[in-house]
C-alpha cells in the first residue's frame, strides 16, 4: 500500500500559488519524500524530492514539516499547463519497490 | 538520447492470446520499473528490478512475468491476456536503489484486451 495520502482533488486560480498537501505519517528516517506529475495520459515527470530539509528548484519547491509527517508542494504561480494528477511519493534507500498512491488532480482556474 | 523507450505504443488483443511489451533505456540506468494504470486511477508497480538478472514482484504481478534481458532492457508478458488487462502500461527506469534517483518514465503503451 502507498505511505501516503492525498486529497484527491484541488482547484486554483490561474497566477496564484498551487499548495498540495501530503500526508506520510510513518515515513521512516531514510525515506525520501518525492513528487511527481502526470499530465493528462503522458508518462509521470519527477518534479522534487527532499529528506529534512526544503527544497527549491526551478519548477516547485517542497516544505516538509520538521517532524517529517507531511509536506507540501507549492507551485508559485500556476499556469494552466499546471493541470495534472501529482503523486507524493516516499521512497526509502536501499529499496527499489516504490508504490504509488492515487494523486491529487490539480484543476488550474483560469 | 531517447530516455525510456517502450514499444508497441498501442496493441489491441484478443482474449487469451500473448503478448510482449518491450522498455529499453539509454541512460545506464540499474532499476526498471513496470506499473500499469487504469482509467482514472493512479499507478500500480507490477514488477521490478534493480540490476540485470534479478526481478521481484510488485502490487500486482499475477498474469505478468518479466524478463531484464540486459542492463537496457526489461520486458513484460502476458501469456494468456484478459479483459482485466486493459490499461495503460508505463515502463520506467532509475540510477539505482542506493541513489536517491528520480523514475523517468516512457510516454506509456495502452492495451485493449477484448
Known amino acids: 500500500d502507498a505511505k501516503t495520502t492525498q486529497p484527491p482533488s484541488m482547484d486554483c486560480a490561474e497566477g496564484r500559488a498551487a499548495n498540495l498537501p501530503c500526508n506520510h505519517s510513518?515515513?521512516?528516517?531514510?525515506?525520501?519524500v518525492y513528487w511527481y506529475r502526470q499530465i493528462h495520459s503522458q508518462g509521470p515527470q519527477y518534479i522534487i524530492h527532499?529528506?529534512?530539509n526544503n527544497e527549491t528548484n526551478e519548477m516547485a519547491s517542497l516544505i516538509i514539516t520538521e517532524d517529517r509527517k507531511s509536506s507540501t508542494l507549492i507551485l508559485p504561480h500556476a499556469t494552466l499547463r499546471d493541470t495534472a494528477v501529482y503523486y507524493c511519493i516516499v521512497r526509502p534507500q536501499g529499496d527499489d519497490k516504490i508504490i504509488f498512491g492515487k494523486g491529487t488532480r490539480l484543476h488550474i482556474l483560469p | 538520447n531517447a530516455g525510456v523507450t517502450q514499444t508497441p505504443k498501442f496493441q489491441v488483443l484478443k482474449t487469451g492470446q500473448s503478448m510482449t511489451l518491450q522498455c529499453a533505456q539509454d541512460?545506464?540506468?540499474?532499476?526498471m520499473y513496470w506499473y500499469r494504470q487504469d482509467p482514472g486511477m493512479g499507478l500500480r508497480l507490477i514488477y521490478y528490478?534493480?540490476?540485470?538478472?534479478?526481478?521481484d514482484k510488485g502490487e500486482v504481478p499475477n498474469g505478468y512475468n518479466v524478463s531484464r534481458l540486459n542492463k537496457r532492457e526489461f520486458s513484460l508478458r502476458l501469456e494468456s491476456a484478459a479483459p482485466s488487462q486493459t490499461s495503460v502500461y508505463f515502463c520506467a527506469s532509475s540510477r539505482d536503489r542506493m541513489n536517491t534517483g528520480e523514475l523517468f518514465f516512457g510516454e506509456g503503451s495502452r492495451l485493449t484486451v477484448l
Open positions: 541512460m545506464n540506468h540499474n532499476s
Open positions: 510513518t515515513i521512516s528516517g531514510n525515506e525520501y
Open positions: 527532499g529528506l529534512k
Open positions: 528490478s534493480a540490476s540485470e538478472g534479478t526481478t
